[in-house]
């Protein structure tokens, strides 16, 4: 959802748009409020160019430029004309920065928000992805990718160690290099009374490469929705294993929207494992506004301390936290506005404005 301009150039599209799905403000406390400049560091901007015919063979080239006052992520998609009945194949660059926030943050204001140690990662991955052809209720995906982590410090130098003193990096050298073979399933059943939806991901890094890292990491979620008169239950869960090496930024971040609301990214704890449960009840109040209360709780299963240099220690994450609250949804014809209050362990209260493009629930 946002301001969106398309213009077409020849075969080619370019799409221009203000991308306000990743939250308009993250979480805004009560008290005290956050600045402004942490509200407009939400704000992502989009540039997407889609060429439909590259070669005139039907091939697809897709660009996109997501830009973000602290972060940044370009992706580069090559997609060759296939039967509908075979894997769709994609080539595929991207490059992200981003700041380490959920594992090397620190927790802040009671566990509400986490704030920025001046660590960044900077990926940089290639290579073939496969979609399997969807077939009834299921979906599947492989790939397989070059990847290449380097941390760096706010300016734009690389470093191998955290403020302790500890290595980022699996290797102790300034970077990590890793292949990754990776499967994703998924399953939806979806009609008007209910849902099931399960996705599965499993990520197996490969010794093809001198020094590269050799690990397993699977995560599934399942989320299941009844429809209760004119009211709406959902329940989610979601767990997640890494086992052989591991770089910290590997571990599993829990806390946060999506999470564990009523804490800030990755406060709860970050962990080899993790397990976190969701429930949101939701009852329609007018026409196109709808209230919920929720319950979010999560933990890393006392894991924390097999991460490399245990940082969740180190910055006092509890590994354990539960957040309540309720909120409000409004639908519109742009998107779903939703306003949830949360309150964390500690009593602490989080406000967390969103907008969701499917707008509905």
């Not at 354990?320 to 949360?342: C, E, K, P, S």
Request: charged letters at 15%; aromatic letters at 8%.
């Amino acid at each position: 959802m946002g301001a969106q301009q398309s213009v077409n150039a020849g075969k080619a599209k370019v799409d221009m748009q203000v991308d306000l799905t990743h939250m308009l403000c993250e979480a805004l406390l009560l008290p005290p409020l956050r600045s402004s400049g942490v509200t407009l560091s939400q704000i992502v901007g989009r540039i997407s160019l889609k060429h439909p015919n590259l070669f005139g063979r039907s091939e697809k080239l897709d660009v996109i430029l997501d830009k973000g006052i602290n972060d940044s992520n370009v992706v580069v998609a090559y997609r060759r004309p296939r039967p509908e009945w075979l894997s769709q194949q994609s080539f595929v660059i991207q490059h992200s920065m981003t700041p380490e926030v959920a594992v090397h943050g620190f927790p802040a204001d009671n566990f509400t928000r986490s704030g920025s140690r001046g660590i960044n990662l900077s990926r940089l991955s290639f290579g073939l992805e496969l979609n399997e052809p969807a077939t009834s209720n299921w979906t599947s995906g492989t790939s397989v990718k070059f990847e290449h982590i380097r941390p760096i410090n706010n300016q734009g130098h690389s470093i191998a160690r955290d403020h302790d003193g500890f290595p980022l990096t699996c290797s102790g050298n300034l970077h990590d290099n890793m292949i990754i073979l990776k499967q994703e399933s998924g399953y939806a059943d979806v009609n008007d009374n209910s849902f099931l939806k399960v996705n599965f991901q499993m990520e197996q890094g490969l010794p093809l490469v001198p020094k590269s890292l050799t690990f397993n990491r699977v995560k599934c979620a399942v989320s299941k929705g009844i429809k209760l008169g004119p009211t709406f239950l959902v329940t989610s869960l979601t767990g997640g294993s890494i086992v052989g090496d591991m770089a910290p930024y590997q571990a599993f971040a829990i806390g946060g929207l999506g999470s564990v609301r009523g804490y800030g990214e990755g406060a709860v704890g970050s962990g080899r494992l993790c397990l976190i449960a969701n429930c949101e009840y939701t009852v329609p109040l007018v026409k196109h506004l709808e209230g919920s209360i929720f319950m979010d709780c999560g933990s890393d299963l006392g894991s924390a301390r097999h991460v490399p240099g245990n940082p969740a220690l180190r910055q006092g994450k509890p590994g354990f936290g539960i957040g309540f609250g309720y909120g409000l949804h409004f639908n519109t014809n742009l998107g779903q506005i939703r306003v949830d209050y949360a309150m964390n362990a500690f009593n602490r209260k989080t406000i967390y404005f969103g907008i969701n493009s499917s707008g509905g629930s």
